[in-house]
Each structure stands twice: as C-alpha cells, then as structure tokens.
C-alpha cells in the first residue's frame, strides 16, 4: 500500500483483458429468481456502477461475487482465474473485498484496529511466531501499523485512530470500512452504498476520494448506489436492474435516456 501506484488513463472495456469477468451467473431462491444470466467485464481501474430498484438483486449479486451465496450457473474470472465456489475468505485472498450496504465495522474496537484487522489475510508470520511474539511477527505488526495509519490519513481518520469505531459519525464510519477493505490489498473492491446517508458536500467528497483511491492503488471497482448524482459522476458505465435481469448498459448518458430505465424507475403510466 504504497503511492507507488500510477495513475492509468479511463480504461476501454472492449480492448483491455477483464480484471473481473462474470458470465451468466444465476440465483434462485425457492421458486423466486434473485439474479438471472448477470454478466460483467470490469476493466482493469474501470469503475462500473449498479443500478436499479429495491429489491433488483444488486446485493444478491456482490453476495454471489464473493461466496457469500453459491451460484447456480455461471462463472467468475479473477485475472483470468477462476474464483467459482471459492468461499468468502478465498475469495478474499484472491483479490475481490467489499463493504456492505448495512455497515460492518467492529463496533467495540478502536478505528486503528478495524483498519489491522483488514491485513490479516495477507500476514507472512505463521502461526508458531505469533504464539511466541518472534522478532518477524513484531516487525510485521509495526508495518501494518505504520500502512494502517497511512490508509487512515488517506481517509482523514488518523486524527481519531484510537477512537472506537462505534462513536464515530456515520460519514466517518463509511470510510472506515472503505479504508479496511482496501486493507487486504484488493484487485476489485465491491461497495455497496458507500453514500447512503451522506448529505451533498460529503458525497461529493467522498467520489472525489474514491477517484484518488482508484488512481492510486490501480483499482477496479463496482459501485452499487441510490445516490444517482454521485453515481453518475464516479463511475465509467453503468449497469440497471430490475427484477435480478440487466435491463440496461452503458454510459451514464445512454443509461439516463433509456426508456426501460425511466420505466423501472417510475412505472410505464409515469414515464
């Protein structure tokens, strides 16, 4: 986690080889169709976003991309690697971390270590060096202090690291979870509402923020969101559904003038 990374140009789908590649994949629950024939190819530092009604199944799909639920066809590439069945923490390993649409922080414990948590799938120390605290386990942990501290400061948080994480104000606690994902070193990151109760100036903050984040760590991302204006202004392309199928894809221009998008919006008789 360094600012090593460079800033690569608004990446083209169609020419680059998908950092993300989801094909077909498909839900049900009982008799009720959750997400039908969903596929995607994220772009390496491309941000898409997915839109859509309550209850069009964009949760449902984060879920299935990261082994929370099993898909019932379909395939997911990672780098060109397949990812299908791996479960949460596999997956994890693998590159892909999220945030969640109701926040999931580890309410009791300080910011500083919500953000450590997030590097345990990358420790190097094994198990016999943690037990007797061995000269390699004690200078990871002060790297992973030193790079938690760093994400902090990128996210504004270092002036309260040692806080616990439940007294924060609610904007805070959005980032905070963003800095803990961005913890496990992802290829992808998934967020799902990272602007849900955030006023006009701190969404507008927080897209600005995401863009540097995107830039400076080579990020891929998926964006699900309500925020249409934050959306609309982050993200590359965009993804609708309605009733757990793509009704429409493109760039938020194309997106905002699509007949079957106005009318998942606001019913036939409306639009």
Avoid: W
Wanted: glycine share 8%.
């Amino acid at each position: 986690m360094t600012e090593s990374a460079v800033a690569s140009p608004t990446p083209s789908a169609s020419t680059e080889a998908p950092m993300l590649n989801v094909t077909g994949i498909s839900k049900r629950f009982g008799g009720l169709t959750a997400v039908a024939d969903f596929s995607v190819k994220l772009a390496p530092n491309e941000i898409i976003g997915v839109i859509g009604p309550n209850g069009a199944g964009k949760t449902t799909v984060f879920n299935l991309l990261t082994g929370v639920y099993t898909i019932d066809s379909g395939s997911i590439l990672l780098n060109g690697i397949s990812i299908t069945g791996q479960s949460p923490d596999r997956v994890t390993a693998c590159g892909i971390a999220r945030t969640f649409q109701n926040i999931r922080l580890f309410r009791e414990m300080t910011v500083l270590e919500n953000v450590k948590v997030g590097f345990e799938s990358r420790r190097s120390a094994n198990l016999l060096s943690t037990l007797v605290r061995h000269s390699s386990f004690r200078s990871e942990e002060r790297d992973i202090e030193t790079k938690a501290l760093e994400l902090l400061a990128l996210f504004g948080l270092d002036a309260v690291a040692d806080d616990i994480s439940r007294n924060l104000p609610y904007g805070q606690q959005r980032k905070l979870e963003i800095a803990r994902a961005l913890a496990s070193s992802p290829r992808v990151l998934l967020l799902d509402e990272p602007a849900a109760g955030m006023n006009e100036s701190e969404s507008e903050a927080l897209r600005e923020l995401l863009t540097n984040v995107r830039q400076r760590f080579n990020l891929s991302m998926l964006v699900i969101e309500h925020d249409m204006p934050f959306v609309m202004g982050l993200v590359q392309r965009l993804i609708v559904l309605d009733h757990g199928t793509i009704i429409a894809q493109g760039t938020p221009k194309e997106v905002r003038e699509n007949p079957a998008v106005i009318e998942a919006y606001l019913g036939k008789e409306d639009a």
